[in-house]
């Protein structure tokens, strides 16, 4: 299902992909922040079974919304949720969001921060709205955390490709006028200016980034027979497979080709996502 678990802070089953009970004190636990792009077909319980699987205690949990940024996460109240549309306000004096009260439920020991891909590629958006959201999401935790930015993918589109915000939709303080990104001729142009977008992230906020672009350009260049998206942004179950790979070595170390676990894919589709992450990191 590409969006069983929509909204709220959730814990995956509050037991392991294998039934045993949930975490104890001595786990790892993992919170993923974001939208559509984390939770479709259901990655944070791919890779929950990868870790169950290899024997880690690794606990993950996520406060997700569709199509929220991670701004929004911190100073949007949801009023209403119609299947993949939410409906939002404001936050008001005294309130607080579900993302707010996730981060403050417990001294996490991971927090993985995915936003929308457009305003990572447009200079002003990542200054005037990424930046600030990252810098707002790290300091609700006090205690040491480590933090993994979300490198997203290029989306499945046609070239030469640009993509645009208005000023309103970025700062007031900006001209009126059209923010923009560079003008990417093919793939390779499109993935290096999404992965450069969110390594300037990632150094001036001193935290990780996931190479989830690299591996999603492989793939395609590569395995053009396994198809990695639902439309031009969101992953298929292919590509939240993948995405679950390259998070299942981030959070451990283990090489993912040593897993059983295939998830919704066969063995040689799930095998070959596995083997690319495997050899992106030796």
Not at 153 to 171: K, M
Request: include cysteine; aromatic fraction near 10%; hydrophobic fraction near 40%.
């Amino acid at each position: 299902m590409k969006n069983l678990f929509l909204f709220t802070f959730w814990v995956l089953a509050g037991m392991s992909a294998q039934g045993q009970p949930a975490a104890n004190a001595d786990s790892t636990h993992v919170l993923f922040v974001g939208n559509s792009l984390t939770y479709y077909h259901d990655m944070p319980q791919m890779l929950q079974a990868m870790l169950a699987e290899g024997g880690h205690t690794v606990r993950i949990h996520q406060s997700t919304v569709p199509g929220m940024s991670l701004r929004g996460h911190l100073d949007q109240i949801i009023t209403r949720m119609d299947g993949e549309s939410t409906y939002t306000r404001p936050k008001m004096d005294g309130e607080i969001t579900g993302t707010e009260n996730a981060l403050r439920e417990r001294e996490w020991d991971v927090v993985v921060l995915q936003e929308g891909t457009v305003p990572v590629m447009i200079p002003e958006a990542r200054a005037f709205l990424v930046a600030p959201a990252i810098a707002s999401s790290k300091a609700y935790l006090n205690a040491p955390c480590r933090f993994i930015l979300f490198n997203t993918w290029a989306a499945d589109t046609t070239y030469p490709r640009r993509y645009c915000y208005p000023s309103g939709l970025i700062d007031a303080s900006l001209p009126d006028d059209a923010y923009c990104s560079g003008e990417f001729g093919n793939l390779s142009e499109h993935t290096r200016a999404l992965n450069a977008g969110y390594e300037e992230l990632a150094k001036a906020a001193n935290m990780e980034k996931s190479n989830h672009g690299d591996l999603f350009e492989r793939i395609r260049n590569d395995h053009g027979e396994i198809d990695l998206f639902d439309d031009a942004f969101h992953p298929s179950a292919a590509g939240a497979f993948l995405n679950a790979c390259e998070f299942y070595y981030l959070l451990t170390g283990s090489n993912p080709t040593a897993l059983e676990y295939t998830g919704p894919l066969d063995a040689d589709q799930a095998q070959t996502l596995k083997r690319v992450v495997d050899r992106y990191h030796q």
